[in-house]
């Protein structure tokens, strides 16, 4: 990003525990706060926003903890960014960017921001408090630079790129790059694009496509909105779960305009039974946010009654609700 002169958090990397605690209260002193981040993989887990001495080492805890090991062996250690986070999502290929659009997901695991960071509790698309121009101002600041800095390298990519962003006063500013889709995003921006992704996929890869097909809108007119449903011991596992029997309907009986995607779940012969881990993401539409959050959480509540163990935001798209109801 530095080589490419996109706008990001100045950083630091600790190889040590007894580093990464210098730096992140170093940090913490001159700014008011850090991230703290596992740069390997680490299930979406290996985040930690610490405004406080106390914030650091529960941080540290975690990501020193045996399990953490692999991933921590380098720990990156950021400035905090101001504004609202958001991430926008294109395909790459011939050196050209199709965008799919933006989307808020949630990260941490309870109401109102509590609790771990997870791989996501849920989500919207799309972003009515962005600017008009947001999509050129991230094509034009962001990703063509990115193109540009590679093409320089040598390397021509081909596949997704996720843009997470912090939005604030004088725009955007990257958080991380992700060389795939979000989950949940994946599954609220498939609900809401009615474009074909494997005609698109196909020209990237320079790939003739033998069908001609209705490509649909770019901009989806309809709100959408997904909502995760877990596992009582997510995001970190480690209970002896029992899992629950998923009725046929979970996955039948389709909420408005959306439906529900199965993940952490395994068969015992002809039944659906849950396992552990992020299960269920219930997608639905509405003409508002209002319409699109009620659909998704009537379904919600419904399977709720027969996975009792489950584990769910009840915020998720709250606020941009409520924002787009004052602005109505």
């Not at 050209?96 to 109102?112: H, I, N, T």
Request: hydrophobic share 40%; net charge negative.
């Amino acid at each position: 990003m530095a080589e490419a002169g996109i706008n990001t958090a100045s950083f630091n990397i600790a190889k040590t525990q007894e580093s990464c605690r210098i730096q992140a209260l170093s940090c913490l002193e001159k700014t008011g706060g850090a991230v703290l981040k596992a740069s390997g993989l680490a299930s979406g887990k290996g985040v930690f926003l610490c405004y406080s001495k106390e914030d650091v080492e529960k941080a540290l805890e975690t990501l020193y903890a045996p399990q953490m090991q692999k991933a921590s062996e380098v720990v990156v250690i950021e400035e905090i960014l101001k504004g609202r986070e958001c991430s926008y999502f294109t395909l790459i290929g011939q050196n050209k960017s199709q965008g799919l659009g933006f989307a808020v997901d949630f990260k941490r695991l309870a109401d109102e921001d509590a609790g771990p960071n997870t791989g996501g509790m849920g989500c919207y698309t799309p972003v009515p408090w962005l600017p008009a121009n947001a999509a050129e101002r991230v094509e034009a600041e962001i990703v063509e630079p990115l193109l540009k800095a590679l093409r320089k390298r040598n390397i021509e990519y081909t596949g997704w790129l996720y843009v997470g962003l912090m939005w604030g006063e004088s725009g955007p500013s990257v958080v991380e790059f992700n060389v795939r889709l979000g989950d949940p995003e994946a599954q609220i921006l498939a609900v809401a694009d009615e474009r074909d992704w494997l005609q698109l996929i196909l020209q990237k890869l320079n790939i003739e496509v033998p069908i001609e097909v209705n490509q649909g809108d770019y901009h989806p007119n309809k709100k959408v909105v997904g909502v995760v449903m877990a596992s009582e011991d997510y995001p970190y596992g480690g209970k002896n779960t029992q899992g629950s029997k998923l009725p046929q309907w979970v996955f039948d009986d389709t909420p408005q305009g959306g439906m529900t995607f199965a993940a952490a779940v395994k068969t015992d012969g002809n039944n659906i039974l849950t396992a552990s881990g992020r299960v269920l993401t219930v997608v639905s539409q509405g003409e508002s946010f209002h319409d699109a959050r009620a659909n998704t959480y009537e379904m919600v509540q419904k399977i709720a009654a027969v996975f009792k163990t489950c584990r769910y935001r009840n915020d998720i798209a709250l606020k941009v609700t409520k924002e787009e109801e004052t602005n109505d």
